[in-house]
């Protein structure tokens, strides 16, 4: 956790079970005093309005505008926020390797309480990071929940889950896909598009893959 000195403008939210202490979500919460993860009171069993209960708790106290970064249940738990009164204070979402809701019930039945995929656009801008053979998320699937939130899209390429078990440690490019999505929120804050455009020359020029 951040020292209590340092602003709080980045909210870190981990999926099921918690992000472990080698996840890039961890690490990014170390290596960027300024952000800090939502702990949930039940990482194994998650429940939708708990969940969201803890993250607008979180919000409140911090009380000023801030970023999301979710991976997994934590993308489909910050689409979710969006109808939170407090969504207004988001300036914007990323959102890594989100899940697929009926996917993710059939890999873990009985597990996950989080009701239907949130399916309504956005009110503040977002970047979703994908994967061509998340078990997760269909790329199908990834593609039509990007293009319902109103979402930019981006593939790195066959990447797994994005997380541990495919590799995904400490990942610094999780710091520029923000970058990005700040930039680009500052260009034009109502800029998610109606179709979940593609980062095309400013994702080209870092080398990653674009779908």
């Known amino acids: 956790m951040p ?7 980045t909210l870190i939210l981990p999926g099921l079970n918690g992000s472990a202490s080698d996840h890039w979500q961890r690490h990014w919460a170390r290596d960027n005093p300024e952000s800090r993860v939502v702990e949930q ?6 429940d939708r309005q708990s969940w969201l209960v803890q993250l607008e708790r979180q919000v409140d106290i911090i009380g000023k505008d801030i970023w999301l970064v979710g991976h997994s249940l934590g ?3 910050a689409a979710q926020f969006a109808e939170s009164p407090l969504a207004s204070r988001i300036r914007g979402a990323l ?3 989100p899940c697929d809701l009926d996917t993710t019930e059939t890999l873990h039945p009985c597990v996950v309480r989080f009701g239907a995929m949130p399916a309504k656009r ?3 801008p977002s970047l979703v990071v994908g994967s061509l053979n998340d078990p997760y998320m269909p790329v199908d699937r990834l593609r039509q929940s990007a293009k ?3 979402s930019d899209l981006v593939d790195i390429g066959n990447a797994g889950h994005i997380n541990i078990a495919s590799g995904f440690g400490r990942w610094t490019a999780g710091y520029d896909f923000l970058e990005l999505l700040k930039a680009r929120a500052e260009r034009d804050p109502f800029a998610a598009t109606q179709d979940g455009r593609l980062f095309t020359a400013a994702v080209a020029s870092m080398g990653l893959a674009l779908n």
């Open 3 to 9: 020292s209590l000195d340092i602003p709080v403008d």
């Open 75 to 77: 993308c489909v738990l």
């Open 95 to 97: 959102l890594v390797a």
């Open 41 to 46: 009171f039940d990482w194994n069993c998650p």
């Open 122 to 124: 956005l009110p503040f």
């Open 148 to 150: 319902a939130w109103g």
